[in-house]
């Protein structure tokens, strides 16, 4: 069975500072894997994803995300946070194609808070 | 450009009211999705359709229905409502998943209902 973990509920990050935010996953065969983003009273935003290529993602607002298939992981990260980033984010994996249909799992969110 | 839009945007009830959710996407989006976000739960999923006239469950689809009679609506409708079913409510489309394809899933602002 498919499913994500985001072991952190909360990071907290001076702003400039690099950030990271981790996922890890479990799912049979290639994974696919995004990043979401949900501001206050808000639905959630596509950051990015890993389908296939490069394991060093790049997404909106200069979010990147590594894929390592070896530790099962899609940590996101950004060199230096800024307090507009503060938001909970959501980590995403779908099954590759395999005949029937796999659904888009999400993890349980972390909150990111980014301090001045 | 209005994706996916959803009503109400809020929403009070009593106990053992009825109420419909409106989905509404502009996509041509062949899948549609009713999720239910609660405070460390993440998003789980309650139904999905994968076309017109089609519907499956989803994580947790008890005291739920929903009807896809057009292909750009997806409605969800509580019967009986209960406490347990205060939640923000989000609809999300996506195309068919194919090689190449985007994978990904577009949201709706959501619906904020409160059980009393």
């Known amino acids: 069975a498919q499913s994500v973990a985001q072991p952190e509920d909360q990071v907290n990050v001076a702003e400039g500072n690099p950030l990271t935010v981790k996922c890890t996953y479990s799912?049979?065969?290639?994974?696919?894997l995004f990043w979401y983003v949900q501001y206050p009273n808000r639905g959630l935003q596509f950051l990015l994803k890993y389908i296939t290529g490069d394991n060093l993602v790049k997404g909106s607002y200069g979010f990147e995300a590594e894929f390592n298939k070896s530790q099962t992981s899609f940590h996101l990260k950004k060199p230096s946070a800024l307090v507009s980033d503060s938001a909970l984010y959501f980590c995403a994996v779908r099954g590759a194609l395999s005949g029937g249909y796999n659904k888009l799992i999400f993890g349980a969110g972390t909150r990111l808070a980014v301090h001045p | 450009n209005a994706g996916v839009t959803q009503t109400p945007k809020f929403r009070v009830l009593k106990t053992g009211q009825s109420m419909t959710l409106l989905c509404a996407q502009d996509?041509?989006?062949?899948?549609m999705y009713w999720y239910r976000q609660d405070p460390g739960m993440g998003l789980r999923l309650i139904h999905y359709?994968?076309?017109?006239?089609?519907?499956a469950k989803g994580e947790v689809p008890d005291g739920y229905n929903v009807s896809r009679l057009k292909k750009q609506n997806f409605l969800l409708g509580l019967e009986s409502a209960a406490p347990s079913q205060t939640s923000v409510y989000f609809c999300?489309?996506?195309?068919?998943?194919?090689?190449?394809?985007?994978?990904?899933?577009?949201f709706g602002s959501g619906t904020r209902l409160t059980v009393v």
């Open positions: 996509m041509n989006h062949e899948y």
């Open positions: 999300a489309s996506s195309t068919r998943p194919s090689p190449g394809g985007n994978y990904g899933y577009t």
């Open positions: 359709s994968v076309g017109e006239g089609t519907t």
């Open positions: 799912v049979s065969g290639n994974p696919y």
